[in-house]
Each structure stands twice: as structure tokens, then as C-alpha cells.
């Protein structure tokens, strides 16, 4: 079982740290590979708390190398400010390898990110404001700026410069804001070069390597399937691809590599930002699901929004990213209601509909179809084994799996390590 994907299903925030962290353990390598510091991972090791960003959550266990390979954003001055906030609390990061093909956020990226939001006013996406897809923007531009430039400072003089040219125009003459000097871009650069360069590497060699020999390599995936700039709910997504195939990419990987995917899907479902929501709650049950769940950005600090499990987007999952297995997180969270509803379809324009509609318009206008589960007063957060859960819980539990499309072989019952029922192991 060499390298496993673990990716979110849903919108992000199905608690991909989580279950990295647990894994991580059993793995020699845990890879991010893609996105950036838009990501919020929280990972809850006894009475310490996490929050990553832009590190792989493996960065928490010991024997485990993380690597940010080179489909993923790096803002060198998050990238330092994470590691030392690690080190400080007594985290060894010393086996970080970082892609010298990563392409690096800079402060031009941020403000572009921010004065873009602004522009678009109501019609935001209402992103991180991280950099995030002004960067992936660069990179496809072919005007990006990569780590291994900080090691050639005329190249990368010659890079901020020409990335520059084009961004001042449209800063200043659109925005009507200062143009930013590429002088003073270089020099902030050059200041975080020395200090990343220990964790340059040719991270596809070593991670291939790495496979060839037989190591455990666990892919961990920022945000979620319908956050993906090809299969999500375009254009209220990142700009990267957080399904199966953006790990081959973002990583340097072939998909023959690849053993198994699996899908971090929450028992009930959350968004962040702006874009269609078929489940989405507006009432006090959304609210409770808030309030319980804790569903308020890591990154941000934004309130999610919150809503009813959705089987036509973990169909919908399963099917884009090729799902081997589910991890079920939070069914804690759904304590205490007498019933559960759960969108098992939509209907669109008087029409039921079991599959994601492709058509924007469509999902825009399709209504949940719910059926009716039975809830469960237990607590549940001390539960071990499958066997220990009330008997409306563990159909619940069968019920989505039935509905989903791959088998549920973990499930969470709270935030911490240990609170999982193990069902069927990922690394056998
Ligand atoms: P990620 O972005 O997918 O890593 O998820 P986040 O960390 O942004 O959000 C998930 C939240 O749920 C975090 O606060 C986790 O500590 C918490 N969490 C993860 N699994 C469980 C679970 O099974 N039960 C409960 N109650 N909390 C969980
Ligand atoms: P994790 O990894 C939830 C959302 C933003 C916005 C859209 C685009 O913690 O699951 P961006 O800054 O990426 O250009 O914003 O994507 N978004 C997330 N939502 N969890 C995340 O990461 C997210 N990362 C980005 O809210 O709607
Ligand atoms: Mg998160």
C-alpha cells in the first residue's frame, strides 16, 4: 500500500488534518499538492491544538517527512512564521523538503487577490485573500515566480520585473492604486532565500524514490472536490485541483503509483465563501450545526455556512476522484436530533435529479430532496468499535455509505487522535 490520496469531498473543512494526522504515524511522507495557505488544517494531538496552513499536517509526527511539492503556492514569509510558531512549541521541522518548482506568492499577489474581490463586489468569491489564485494566474501566465529563483538573483530580478510590467498597468490605471516597485520585491525575496534553501529538493525524485522502495506516501489534499477549478462549482472555487489527478500533477507522480483514494466527507455538510449550497440551513438547526460543529474558518475566522449531508455531492465525489474508501468525520455533531434529514436528490425545474448537474444554472436552482434518517440522544464521543455505536447512528452511518458510493472504513466521533472507530484500515 505504498501512496495513498486523502482529499476533501465536499467544500473543504471535512477534516483532512485529522485524518492526515492519524495516518501519519504509519507513513514515511505526507505531501501537500496544492493549494496554499487558504487551507486551515486543525489537528487536535491531547490537550494541544494546531492550525496549519501551508505545512502538510505530517509535520506533526515524528517519524514522517513532509513535503510541499510543486503544485502548491508558497508564501515564504507564511512558510517561515509557520515553521518557527512549530518550533517553538517544540516541533521538529527539520525533515521539511520543499519543491524548488513551487511557485511563490509574493505581496503583489495579495493585493491583486484583494483589489480583485473588491472590483467584483457582489459578485466576490469571497476567497482567502491569501494570494492564491493570482499566483496559480501567474504560473499558467507563464510569469510566475518559482523557489529555485530565489537562488539566481538577476533571473529573479528579471521575473519580478516582467510579472510587474504588467501588474502596475492594470493596478494602477483599473485599481487606481500604487504601483508596486520590483525593487523592493526582489530584496523582500532575497531576505527568505538563505533560510529556505536547507529544504530545496527534487522532490518528484525523492518521492518516487520513495515509492519505488516501498515507503508509505499519503498525499493530503487542501480545500475540497467541489472547491476544484475543473469539477467544482465553478467559478465559486480555488484555482487549483484538489481532486485525485491534481496529486499526480502536484506532485510529479504517475497515477500508477497511486493505490488508494479516500474521501474525508463530513456527516453533515459546510462551505466557506460565496456559490450555490443546495443543503445549505438558514434556521436554527444550521445554527446548531455551527455552534456544535465549531464551524468557523481556521484561516479566516469566517462562519461557515452549514447544512443537511448531501449524497448527490458524495456521488459526485466518488465518481471524480475515483474513491476507494470514505472517512466520515463528525458524526458527533449529529447528536441529539430526533430525525436527520439527507438530500438523497434534487429536484430542477420540477424534474428529480440523482447526479451533480454539469450546468451551473441547474445546480443553482436545485432544491434537496430529503428522506428522513432516525437520530440517536447517546453520547458517542467514547465509542471504539463500530459495534459501540447506538443502532440509529450505525445506520446512519450504512445508510450514507449506501448512498455515497465507496465503503466508510473510518468514521470521527470528535476532534481529537483517538476519537476515531478504525472499520477497515487504510494501510493494509
Ligand atoms: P480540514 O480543513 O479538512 O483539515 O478541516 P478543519 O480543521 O478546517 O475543520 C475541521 C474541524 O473539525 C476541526 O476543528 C477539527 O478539529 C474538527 N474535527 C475533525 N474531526 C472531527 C470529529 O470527528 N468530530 C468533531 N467533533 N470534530 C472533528
Ligand atoms: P481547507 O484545506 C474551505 C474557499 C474560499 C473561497 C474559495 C476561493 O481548510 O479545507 P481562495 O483563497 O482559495 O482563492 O478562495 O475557496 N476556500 C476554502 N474553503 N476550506 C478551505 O481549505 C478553503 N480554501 C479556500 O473560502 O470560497
Ligand atoms: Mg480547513
Not at 501588474?167 to 494602477?172: D, E, F, S, T, V
Not at 484538489?242 to 497515477?255: D, R
Not at 484561516?299 to 476522484?321: E, L, Q, S
Request: proline share 5%.
Amino acid at each position: 500500500m505504498p501512496a495513498l490520496v486523502l482529499l476533501g469531498a465536499q467544500w473543504g473543512d471535512e477534516g483532512k488534518g485529522k485524518a492526515t494526522d492519524l495516518l501519519g504515524g504509519s507513513v514515511d511522507y505526507v505531501v501537500r499538492y496544492q493549494g496554499g495557505n487558504n487551507a486551515g488544517h486543525t489537528v487536535v494531538v491531547g490537550d494541544q491544538k494546531y492550525a496549519l496552513h501551508l505545512l502538510p499536517s505530517g509535520i506533526l509526527s515524528p517519524g514522517c517527512t513532509p513535503v510541499i511539492g510543486n503544485g502548491v503556492v508558497v508564501d515564504p514569509a507564511v512558510l517561515l512564521s509557520e515553521l518557527s510558531g512549530l518550533n517553538e512549541r517544540g516541533v521538529d521541522t527539520s525533515k521539511l523538503l520543499v519543491s524548488g518548482n513551487a511557485h511563490l506568492i509574493t505581496p503583489y499577489h495579495t493585493t491583486v487577490d484583494k483589489v480583485t474581490e473588491r472590483f467584483l463586489g457582489s459578485r466576490k468569491i469571497g476567497t482567502t485573500g491569501r494570494g492564491i489564485g493570482p499566483t496559480y494566474a501567474d504560473k499558467i501566465n507563464r510569469v510566475g515566480i518559482r523557489v529555485q529563483d530565489l537562488y539566481d538573483e538577476s533571473i529573479l530580478t528579471q521575473k519580478v520585473e516582467a510579472a510587474l510590467d504588467f501588474k502596475n498597468q492594470i493596478l494602477a490605471k483599473l485599481y487606481n492604486r500604487r504601483a508596486i516597485e520590483a525593487g523592493a520585491i526582489v530584496e523582500e525575496l532575497l531576505t527568505y532565500a538563505e533560510q529556505i534553501k536547507p529544504y530545496v529538493a527534487d522532490t518528484t525524485l525523492i518521492l518516487n524514490n520513495a515509492i519505488d522502495e516501498g515507503k508509505v506516501v499519503l498525499f493530503e489534499g487542501g480545500q475540497g472536490t467541489l472547491l476544484d477549478v475543473d469539477h467544482g462549482t465553478y467559478p465559486f472555487v480555488t484555482s487549483s485541483n484538489p481532486t485525485a489527478g491534481g496529486a499526480c500533477t502536484g506532485a510529479g507522480v504517475g497515477p500508477t503509483k497511486i493505490s488508494r483514494v479516500i474521501g474525508i466527507l463530513k456527516a453533515y455538510t459546510t462551505r466557506v465563501g460565496a456559490g450555490p449550497f443546495p443543503t445549505e440551513l438558514f434556521d436554527k438547526d444550521g445554527e446548531a450545526l455551527r455552534t456544535i460543529g465549531g464551524e468557523r474558518g481556521v484561516t479566516t475566522g469566517r462562519d461557515r455556512r452549514c447544512g443537511w449531508f448531501d449524497a448527490v455531492i458524495a456521488r459526485y465525489a466518488t465518481r471524480v476522484n475515483g474513491l476507494t474508501d470514505f472517512f466520515l468525520t463528525k458524526l458527533d455533531v449529529l447528536t441529539g436530533w430526533e430525525q436527520i434529514p439527507v438530500c438523497v436528490a434534487y429536484e430542477i425545474d420540477g424534474k428529480r435529479v440523482e447526479e451533480l448537474p454539469y450546468s451551473q444554472s441547474d445546480f443553482h436552482h436545485a432544491k434537496p430532496i430529503y428522506e428522513m434518517l432516525p437520530g440517536w440522544s447517546e453520547d458517542i464521543t467514547k465509542a471504539k468499535t463500530f459495534a459501540d455505536l447506538p443502532k440509529n447512528a450505525q445506520a446512519y452511518v450504512k445508510a450514507l455509505e449506501e448512498m455515497s458510493g465507496a465503503p466508510i472504513s473510518a468514521i470521527g466521533v470528535g476532534p481529537g487522535r483517538t476519537e476515531t472507530i478504525e472499520i477497515n484500515s487504510f494501510l493494509s
